[in-house]
């Protein structure tokens, strides 16, 4: 299955760590990415190939795998880190992509 | 800087089509695909098609076909995204998207700043 499934929403308080997971068989052989999307904002890429982070984007966002899981992991949240987050991979030929559901993090 | 700049928001009668822009700069448009994703209110992304800006070539998500269109005019680094048939739950946010280049990847590195596709009867 190409379906990829994120939690609706995760809360957590400022200078916690936030852990975002998905899952979906796509992870076991195509690379994961992150997108986060601030209210009223186009999606803006924080993480790519399962652990990479572009250029301007802060050390305390990291992604993880682990077979068909893979996580993102916020240390120390500050309130502009309040946003959606999406994952992403693709089907089994890299035809396409599949977005997962998105997760709306709340900072306490 | 790379840039995705798109058309303003259009408000169309259902039934109708809707063509939406997307001007890029800070790079040679014919290199990277550019992509369509949209989001309704209050939703997630959902990806409509493709378009390699150098030869024209399209796929399109199993739901849009037949309804949508991807072309280009590369004389002005331009990518278009026309929807026909517009029904009310094609109220979304449009975004082109830029596919990251040459990488063994399928993700987006830019994204333009989105248009609302408003329908109504």
Not at chain 1, 75 to 87: I, K, L, T
Not at chain 2, 2 to 28: F, M, N, R, W
Request: proline residues 4%; charged residues 15%; aromatic residues 10%.
């Amino acid at each position: 299955s190409d379906e990829v499934t994120q939690p609706p929403s995760v809360s957590v308080s400022p200078g916690q760590t936030a852990r975002i997971s998905c899952s979906g068989d796509a992870f076991s052989d195509q690379y994961a990415y992150w997108y986060q999307q601030k209210s009223g904002q186009a999606p803006v890429l924080i993480i790519y190939k399962d652990t990479e982070r572009p250029s301007g984007i802060p050390e305390r966002f990291s992604g993880s795998t682990s077979g068909t899981t893979v996580t993102l992991t916020i240390n120390g949240v500050q309130a502009e880190d309040e946003a959606d987050y999406y994952c992403q991979s693709a089907d089994s030929t890299a035809a396409y992509p599949v977005f997962g559901g998105g997760t709306q993090l709340t900072v306490l | 800087q790379v840039q995705l700049v798109q058309s303003g928001a259009e408000v169309k009668k259902l039934g109708a089509s809707v063509k939406v822009s997307c001007t890029t700069s800070g790079y040679t448009f014919t290199s990277c695909d550019i992509n369509w994703v949209r989001q309704a209110p209050g939703q997630g992304l959902e990806w409509m098609g493709w378009m390699n800006p150098n030869s024209g070539i399209t796929a399109y998500a199993h739901k849009f076909r037949g309804r949508v269109t991807m072309t280009r005019d590369t004389s002005i680094s331009t990518a278009y995204m026309e929807l026909s048939g517009l029904k009310s739950e094609d109220r979304a946010v449009y975004y082109c998207a830029r596919e990251a280049p040459g990488t063994s990847g399928y993700y987006f590195d830019s994204w333009g700043q989105g248009t609302l596709v408003s329908v109504s009867s």
